[in-house]
């Protein structure tokens, strides 16, 4: 029996760095192939650059209703007029064939999926507040009163850290980095893991 794969909820507030950690992580440590990013469904329009099936998937309105009707989401939400959810179905796939699926969704996603399936969760947090604003100003896309909004947003879901397995402080971003490696390393090493990935090795150790 193939090893099960491990769902990971990432959770972090805007500018503490969560998709810079999981972009390197799939790009530097996945010879393997055993872990992957989720890949939500919307009903927003793509924006430039967006491909259909890698940044997300692009549905009408309309058939994501079905889909929520079908209970095929493990979460979704509406933010902003436009709808976001997780597939069931494509996560059980992966975690099927041994892959470790990311989700990097918000503490309020995190509660619904914690209800329907086994995680493991991770929360991204700054050094501080004022290394958090610096983030937000230093991307120059966003007005001053927009990022006092996102740093009122940062603190709401701040608060929510202890709900998580682990925190990670993103001071240092080789080592933060490490740390979510060292998770995973960790995870797939607990017995259960290892009981299913070396079972062949196991019997033939403790053959009389």
């Known amino acids: 029996m193939a090893q099960q794969g491990t769902l990971y909820i990432i ?13 390197a992580l799939l790009t ?23 491909v259909d099936g890698q ?8 058939q994501f209703k079905a889909l929520i009707e079908r209970g095929d989401f493990l ?10 959810g997780t597939s069931r179905a494509a996560i059980e796939a992966s975690l099927a064939q041994g892959i470790d ?3 990097d969704i918000d503490w309020q996603g995190a509660r619904q999926i914690r209800e329907l399936m086994p995680t493991k969760s991770i929360f991204i947090l700054p050094p501080s507040r004022a290394e958090l604003e610096r983030r937000l100003i230093g991307r ?8 006092a909004g996102r740093m009122a947003k940062a603190t709401a879901e701040m608060v929510h850290y202890n709900e998580y397995d682990y925190v990670i402080i993103n001071e240092d971003f080789e080592q933060a980095l490490f740390q979510l490696r060292a998770i995973l390393e960790s995870q797939r ?17 403790l053959a009389e």
Do not use: C
């Open 11 to 23: 959770s972090s507030p805007s500018g503490a760095g969560k998709s810079s950690l999981i972009n």
């Open 28 to 50: 530097q440590h996945n010879e393997a192939g055993n872990m992957m990013l989720s890949v939500s469904h919307t009903t927003r329009a793509p924006r430039p650059g967006e």
């Open 55 to 62: 940044h997300y998937h692009f549905v009408p309105v309309e």
């Open 75 to 84: 979460e979704w939400a509406e933010v902003f007029g436009n709808y976001y």
């Open 101 to 103: 699926v990311f989700l």
């Open 140 to 147: 120059g896309q966003d007005s001053a009163e927009i990022i």
């Open 189 to 205: 090493l607990t017995l259960a893991n290892q009981q299913l990935a070396q079972q062949g090795l196991l019997q033939q150790l």
